[in-house]
C-alpha cells in the first residue's frame, strides 16, 4: 500500500499505492508511511518525493476501515497521523507532493503540508471531511501557516473541490502541467533543480525558512547575521567571490 523507493541521485520517493481504494490510508498504510519518513532522514536523502498511483494523488483517511477500529486503535491512528505531519515540518531537505486526479481530505493535507507542489491541470483539492460533518483538523492549522487567513478558512470550512488553478493562484501550488507526461517533465525538471544545488546550502535555507516561519521578524534578522558569520567562516563567501576575480 506504501512503496517507497531510494534513487542514487538522492531521491526518496513514496508513492501511495491502493488505487482500488483511491489511495486511502489505513492504519497499517499510516504507520509504513511514519516508516518511510524516518526511512528517508537516515538514508541522508536530497529530497522527499510524495505521489500517488493509479491516477489519484490521495483520498485521505480510509473512513471505511475507521468505522471498524477499536478505541484504542483509532487514538493510535490519530497519534501517528500527526506524527506523520511533524516528522514533514522537521525534514531539513525539501518535500515534493506530485499531485493528479484528486487530493482530498488526508491526502489535500498531505499535499499542503511538502513544501513544493505540482500538479496537473484537471486535479481536485478539497478540505472533504467538513462534508462528513467533522473540522479538518490537521488540515486546518497547515493552511493557516501556508495562505491568506480568507482563503485558508474558507477551504478548511467549506470543504469544496477546489480547481489546481485557484490552488496555483492562491500560491499554493508551485507548477502546473497539463497531461501526465507534461505533470511527469516538470517534476522531473523541479526536482532535478533542487538536486542540482549546493546540499547544505540547501540544508540551511529551509532550516532558516521554517525558523523564520515561527519567530518575530527582529529574531529572523538576527538568526540571519549568525548563519552568515558561519559562512564566512566556512569559506563559502570567497570561494564565491574567486568566480568573478580578474
Not at 483511491?22 to 497499517?28: C, H, K, S, T, V
Not at 482563503?151 to 492562491?170: C, K, M, S, V, Y
Amino acid at each position: 500500500m506504501i512503496k517507497s523507493q531510494q534513487f542514487d541521485d538522492g531521491r526518496f520517493e513514496i508513492i501511495f499505492s491502493r488505487p482500488e481504494r483511491r489511495n486511502a490510508l489505513d492504519l497499517e498504510a499510516m504507520e509504513a508511511l511514519r516508516a518511510c519518513l524516518k526511512a528517508a532522514v537516515s538514508t541522508n536523502s536530497k529530497c522527499l518525493v510524495l505521489r500517488g498511483s493509479g491516477g489519484v494523488f490521495c483520498a485521505g483517511r480510509d473512513l471505511k476501515e475507521a468505522a471498524t477500529l477499536t478505541q484504542e486503535q483509532a487514538l493510535r491512528q490519530h497519534q501517528i497521523w500527526g506524527e506523520v505531519f511533524q516528522d514533514l515540518r522537521a525534514l531539513s531537505f525539501p518535500s515534493v507532493a506530485i499531485v493528479e486526479g484528486a487530493a482530498v481530505a488526508g491526502g489535500f493535507t498531505l499535499a499542503m503540508a511538502t513544501d513544493f507542489l505540482i500538479a496537473e491541470a484537471t486535479a481536485k483539492f478539497g478540505a472533504l471531511e467538513m462534508a462528513n460533518g467533522f473540522p479538518a483538523a490537521m488540515c486546518t492549522p497547515i493552511l493557516a501557516n501556508k495562505v491568506h487567513s480568507r482563503i485558508g478558512l474558507e477551504l478548511a470550512l467549506f470543504g469544496t473541490l477546489e480547481t489546481a488553478e485557484r490552488l496555483h493562484a492562491a500560491g499554493l501550488i508551485n507548477r502546473i502541467a497539463m497531461g501526465k507526461e507534461a505533470l511527469d517533465a516538470e517534476a522531473e525538471n523541479f526536482i532535478t533543480h533542487i538536486l542540482s544545488l549546493d546540499e547544505i546550502a540547501v540544508r540551511q535555507t529551509i532550516d532558516a525558512y521554517k525558523a523564520a516561519e515561527a519567530q518575530p521578524y527582529e529574531q529572523s534578522l538576527t538568526a540571519g547575521i549568525t548563519l552568515n558569520q558561519l559562512i564566512e567562516a566556512s569559506g563559502k563567501f570567497r570561494q564565491g567571490g574567486s568566480k568573478f576575480s580578474s
